[in-house]
């Protein structure tokens, strides 16, 4: 079977063949930085292809690390929404809750942290610069309290949203 080419010279697309976008992520890293590299802002370092919490390297590149750049841009990449009458009665254990989560968290991967609490009229939300810390506190929050448990992920702009209340 011979395939068909248009005046212009192109083969007509093949609707089967379409690939996928991949999701941007405009605060991931493109490629692999000069090593070693030290954010500025946090003192992270980046060596052997990932970020830690290690001592700075001599002679380090200075770089911004992409959780620094999106607590400077307010930009994150989780929210975490607490709402309900057991919130409001417990407000301040379950902040100690997820702080403590998001330290234990933070310990082994620099790029995860909390980047604001806000209160709100009947709740507060909480914002993350990586959607696998949004998970984990929404996780922590249904494992300790119970209650509803909801994820939102809309992955073309790689955002998860996170409910719970009690």
Known sequence: MSERINDAGFRPVRHDQLRQERG???YKLGGKLCE?????ECGAVYAAGRWTWATRPAEAYQVTC???RRIRDSYPAGFVRIGGAFFAAH?????NLLRHREARERAEHPL???IAAA???DGMTITTTDVHLARDLGEALHNAYRGELEFH???GENLLRVAWRR
């Not at 070693?36 to 500025?40: K, L, T």
């Not at 407000?91 to 902040?95: A, G, M, N, Q, S």
Request: aromatic share 4%; with cysteine; glycine share 4%.
């Open 153 to 155: 992920y809309n992955q």
């Open 119 to 121: 209160d709100e009229a």
């Open 66 to 68: 992409p959780a620094c």
């Open 36 to 40: 070693p590299a030290v954010c500025g």
């Open 91 to 95: 407000r301040d254990e379950i902040l």
């Open 24 to 26: 941007h992520d405009t």
């Open 112 to 114: 995860s942290r909390i």
